[in-house]
């Protein structure tokens, strides 16, 4: 009996979780960026969108202090994004640029792995024109998909991101977070790259 009684407080619970999400996905006072921000990837506390319906100019700003890239429409931040950028000796140069270009299969021809002729990686992360290539081994470029390019090879893309900059000056950004910012950037969009320290229009 006592087991039976357990089983059906377990089924109970299960049936009230359920009823929850289903009324958070059906409910139309719950936004879209609510349930957005339900959906981040895992370990992701700080990334959210919610500009689907927002209207206003894009633009981007990102605070390398924070390691934070922030999307706006008019005056309005409708999207949040953790970052990986330029590591020491490799900074992602601060400034005021637009988007030159979209890609979103972009292959980087500056930086990537090199490998042998079986394809297995002998040297990762490396710069084609400052790490020496070994004897016999090809330089097989970095995908970098979703790329927004800012100026010359520097742009923002999705990819790995490690919680600490360690690019040679892109911005990384999570995939889904990569996805946004690439449908809602066009080409000519501002973006400004600055630290927390210089001041910034997002911050209170």
Not at 107 to 126: F, K, P, R, T, W
Not at 164 to 192: D, S, W
Request: glycine share 12%.
């Amino acid at each position: 009996m006592r087991i039976l009684s357990k089983v059906l407080v377990v089924c109970a619970i299960f049936a009230a979780r359920c009823a929850t999400d289903r009324h958070a996905a059906t409910n139309r006072f719950i936004t879209r960026g609510t349930l957005a921000r339900q959906g981040r990837e895992k370990g992701d506390e700080i990334s959210y969108w919610d500009g689907t319906e927002s209207g206003g100019k894009p633009r981007i700003e990102i605070d390398l202090d924070q390691q934070r890239a922030y999307f706006y429409k008019g005056d309005r931040i409708v999207g949040v994004s953790v970052v990986s950028t330029g590591r020491e000796g490799y900074e992602t140069r601060r400034g005021e640029f637009r988007i030159m270009e979209k890609d979103p299969e972009h292959i980087s021809s500056l930086y990537g792995a090199y490998v042998d002729q079986n394809g297995q990686v002998l040297m990762e992360n490396v710069a084609v024109n400052s790490d020496p290539r070994p004897r016999g081994a090809i330089f097989r470029g970095a995908a970098m998909p979703y790329f927004l390019r800012i100026h010359g090879g520097i742009g923002m893309h999705a990819g790995y991101l490690p919680g600490y900059p360690a690019l040679h000056g892109c911005i990384r950004l999570p995939e889904k977070m990569a996805v946004q910012f690439f449908n809602n950037a066009a080409v000519g969009t501002p973006v400004e790259i600055r630290a927390t320290s210089e001041g910034s229009r997002h911050l209170p």
